[in-house]
């Protein structure tokens, strides 16, 4: 960087607009903003800032800029991919503050939000309207819907619904250079460029958001779920691909495999078939007799697919029984290996079967145990590596490497919905060639003249060391939330 | 001041046309069905095109480059006729989900359009479906983005960029988009209510009822054009009847063998420009249901044709040539400009034979959001101005 950053100016600065309790400073104070979901990893920011208005973040981006320090916006901080990690020589801004609903429009269905707002109390404020906020990610109960935005991120009913991106219309935010701009608005549509589209999914390297117009959908008035076991992994992958190959449009489509239903009935004390080696959870979701027309269909295609059982939840009672093993599978997993790796690769649904397989081998080759639970119908993996112990760490990444070329060679994406953040980024060249990437340096630069905003994050290279995500975090320890 | 076209049949030959001609400045084309966007008069001696300028026709960069049915993606050139897109998908009960209005068309014509039939009331605009998109920039440069499976959040949403880019950001070679099984069986009903406010109430219960629908139309007099569909063969009777019940009055079903036709005329805005009769501009206004009324009022004083589609997510408008000019200030092009800007509604001159120079340059009007983002996102991928200007204001 041409400007060195001057902290102790800008740290002055902030001194004269924010109170001491929300310009953290001490060491003590700093430590819960050391890392986020990549747990294993830290870093001390030289402060942190909690802004309460939109005003405020405004103001500190602009100090950040004239100062050229660097900054890290932070939601919850449950980034799997180090997104949310601090940069040591700069500061974090800290977003949970700016926590209002501002409007909710039952017309043009629409919920205006600050970033700060948590996912699932989106849908809480919108159901008395009949409306729900369909993107439902794993950790709803405590991410941002700032933090969804920087990483366009999924959930279970993604399949049907589509991720983050789909649901935005409308946005504002400060550009890291402290320009603001406002994109979309309340219509699906647009004129001129996808602008809010291209803003979602910017790993929080453009700058700030700082207010959110989301799409919001009727409540679906029915749901069918059923819950098909199979004797072996690769069966599963092949039904999924038979139920997609249908036509059907599941609302959600997922497989747990046989470490994770183990874990699961030790956990939750959910029953799976004994002879199970893979599970899969087809859900249809709309109109009461589209839902019931369709589930018979569905029904006599996965007696087709060589399930070894089949069951279809009778009630309410019994679906939340089928999804509470598929939702704790990750805090489950905690047992059989205190220590693990989460990966986030996507393959083609139609290679599902063979990447499992692949996977198997690999697991076998390195002698290392890989658990599955993942959005199956997306065709988005998330193998847990299981490698036990310290010691191993380096072989567990090298396995990791492994599964991520793979996806690739098979025309997959390195991530599905988490990010590329600070752990991904040494394998995002294998996605794009020299150019592409010069030409998404240059977009960056465009935004953010000093690369300020989570500087070394997304792109190969840069200060931060290579790092891989470790063990449960701590909202899984306390039974808040899992990782998918 | 003519400007000769190039019909590269290959990206390479593409991306050489635009470093080749990078001082003459280079006019993107398809199809030419939506001359207005492009910026180019169909008419030669009303063409503003800049003295040597090139127009760059996708027309021979044709063909399907990947089809896996049971994948439910679909990879073509760009200049592949939407038509011979979707007789590919038919093959294998699929379709555009995004219902691609002008079947003309092609295929990267109608992403950088960035436009969408009635069909995506149900599943989405164009937005939704573009996975990933080979591409020429401003510099010539061919780029790669997104990826060819239906989630990835690795790098930039490019490909998203692209969608609405008016030929202003870049060419597009080749786009992979998502692809949804065709419905197997497709009913549908008109719903006349005899007052635009009654109409306007029975779209937005229709909105906010759990029902799934094809396709909810408000044309002109008053009347819902709704459709229903199914994957399966099961009757879409009951379904019918329903819909029936939360509006209040009963169905006025439409023939088996006259449903296709009317979605499709809907889509084409034959409606609004009977066919062999589009002189004067096509419009697109990108609406939410709540503005409609407000939006109404206006269109009916000035008496153009018009139409609320996708459950009102456009509205489409059709402005007689007779009304461009300043004679009747009230009804004019411009005017309507000013209106959709006081409205904070932004718009799109889709089709207009014999516009003005400034509507050429840049088609939009209304309300421009993010006009200041996009100046530098320009500045970036086509500095020098080899493709058509945007008119948005540099960063204030
Ligand atoms: C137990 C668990 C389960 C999970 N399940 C899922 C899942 O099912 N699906 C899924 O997709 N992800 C999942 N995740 C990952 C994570 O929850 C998501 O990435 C989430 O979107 C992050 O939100 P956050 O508020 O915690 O953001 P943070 O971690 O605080 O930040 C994430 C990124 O967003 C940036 N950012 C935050 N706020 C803003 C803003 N206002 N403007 C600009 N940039 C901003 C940050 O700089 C950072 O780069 C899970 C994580 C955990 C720990």
């Known amino acids: 960087m041409a400007t060195p950053p001057r902290t102790q100016p800008l740290l002055e600065a902030l001194e004269t607009h924010f109170p001491p309790a929300r310009l953290l400073r001490a060491p003590a104070q700093l430590v819960p903003y050391e890392s986020d979901g990549l747990t294993a990893f830290r870093a001390r920011p030289q402060a942190v800032v909690l802004p309460e208005t939109r005003e405020e973040v405004i103001e500190i981006v602009r100090l950040c800029h004239r100062f050229a320090v660097p900054f890290v916006a932070r939601g919850s901080g449950t980034s799997l991919s180090g997104g949310s990690m601090p940069i040591e020589e700069g500061i974090v801004i800290g977003l949970n503050r700016l926590d209002r609903i501002l409007s909710i429009d039952p017309i043009d269905r629409v919920a205006v939000v600050e970033p700060g707002v948590i996912n699932l109390d989106v849908s809480e404020a919108a159901a008395v309207h009949g409306l729900t906020y369909a993107p439902d990610p794993s950790s709803q109960q405590v991410c941002t819907i700032g933090g969804n935005v920087a990483f366009n991120s999924g959930g279970a009913h993604c399949l049907k619904y589509g991720m983050t991106a789909n649901h935005v219309l409308g946005l504002e935010a400060v550009l890291a250079d402290g320009e603001v701009v406002r994109l979309g608005g309340n219509s699906l549509e647009a004129a001129g460029p996808d602008l809010v589209g291209f803003f979602c999914g910017h790993d929080g390297l453009f700058g700030i958001v700082l207010e959110i117009t989301l799409r919001l959908i009727p409540t679906p008035e029915h749901q069918q779920t059923v819950l098909a076991a199979y004797r072996s992994l690769e069966a599963a992958g092949h039904a999924v691909a038979t139920v997609v190959g249908s036509g059907l449009l599941p609302a959600a489509l997922e497989i747990m495999d046989r470490h994770i239903l183990r874990a699961a009935e030790a956990a939750v004390g959910v029953r799976y078939p004994p002879e199970a080696a893979a599970v899969l959870i087809v859900e249809l979701d709309g109109e009461h007799d589209a839902v019931e027309a369709d589930f018979a269909r569905l029904e006599s295609l996965m007696q087709k697919t060589g399930a070894s059982s089949l069951r279809v939840a009778r009630d309410a009672d019994e679906r939340a029984q089928f999804w509470k093993g598929r939702k704790s599978a990750f805090s489950a997993v905690g047992r059989l290996s205190p220590q693990y790796l989460v990966q986030d690769g996507v393959v083609p649904r139609t290679r599902l079967a063979e990447t499992l397989v692949a996977i198997e081998a690999l697991s076998e080759h390195y002698d290392i145990p890989v658990a599955n639970v993942f959005h199956a119908g997306d065709g988005n993996l998330h193998p847990l590596i299981l490698f036990g112990d310290d010691d191993r760490l380096a072989e567990a990444e090298a396995l990791a490497a492994e599964i991520l070329a793979l996806c690739v060679r098979l025309g997959g994406s390195i991530t599905g919905e988490h990010g590329v953040g600070m752990e991904k980024r040494a394998h995002l060249p294998d996605m794009f060639g020299p150019e592409d990437l010069a030409m998404m340096a240059a977009l960056r630069r465009a935004l953010d003249p000093l690369e300020i905003a989570n500087r070394g994050k997304m792109f190969p290279g840069g200060e931060a060391p290579a790092l891989s995500s470790r063990g449960p975090h701590p909202l899984e320890i306390a039974g808040i939330a899992s990782r998918e | ?396």
């Open chain 2, 1 to 396: 001041m003519t400007s000769t076209r190039h019909e590269p049949a290959t990206l390479d030959e593409m991306a050489a046309t635009i470093r080749t001609h990078r001082a003459a400045g280079v006019r993107l084309i398809g199809a030419g069905t939506k001359p207005a966007l492009v910026g180019h008069a169909p008419d030669p001696s009303l063409q503003t095109a800049r003295i040597g300028e090139i127009l760059l026709s996708s027309r021979r960069l044709t063909g399907i480059v990947e089809y896996e049915a049971a994948e439910f993606t679909i990879t073509a050139r760009a200049g592949t006729p939407i038509r011979a897109l979707d007789d590919a998908l038919a093959e294998n009960g699929q379709s555009l989900p995004f219902d691609p209005p002008f079947a003309g068309a092609t295929l990267g014509g109608a992403i950088a359009a960035g436009l969408a039939g009635p069909g995506r009331v149900r599943f989405g605009g164009v937005r939704d479906f573009v996975l990933a998109t080979t591409w020429v920039d401003g510099h010539g440069r061919v780029l790669r983005s997104g990826a060819k499976v239906v989630k990835n959040a690795a790098g930039f949403d490019l490909p998203k960029l692209l969608v609405g880019s008016l030929g202003r950001l870049g060419a597009l070679a080749e786009v992979t988009l998502k692809v949804l099984p065709r419905p197997r069986v497709q009913q549908s009903a008109r719903f006349c209510f005899g007052n635009f406010t009654s109409a306007y109430e029975g779209l937005v219960r229709l909105l906010q009822s759990p029902l799934e629908l094809d396709g909810l139309e408000m044309v002109e007099d008053a009347t819902l054009l709704v459709r229903l569909g199914s994957p399966s063969h099961a009757s879409s009777a009951p379904r019918l009847a329903r819909l029936g019940r939360v509006l209040g009055i009963p169905p006025d079903s439409i023939a088996a063998d006259d449903e296709g036709a009317t979605w499709r005329a809907m889509a084409a805005c034959r409606d609004l420009q009977p066919e062999g009769c589009e002189t004067g501009a096509l419009i697109k206004v990108a609406l939410s249901p709540r503005r409609i009324p407000e939006l109404e009022a206006i269109l009916r004083s000035a008496s153009w044709a018009r139409r609320y589609s996708a459950g009102g997510a456009v509205a489409w408008i059709a402005v007689p040539a007779a009304h461009y000019d300043r004679a009747r200030d009230d009804a004019s092009l411009e005017a309507l400009d000013r209106h959709l800007a006081s409205l904070a509604l932004p718009a799109l001159v889709v089709r207009g034979a014999h516009l003005g120079e400034a509507r050429r340059r840049d088609p939009r009007l209304g309300h421009r959001p993010g006009d200041n983002l996009l100046a530098r996102i320009k500045r970036v991928l086509d500095p020098d101005g080899v493709l058509p200007p945007l008119d948005c204001s540099p960063t204030a």
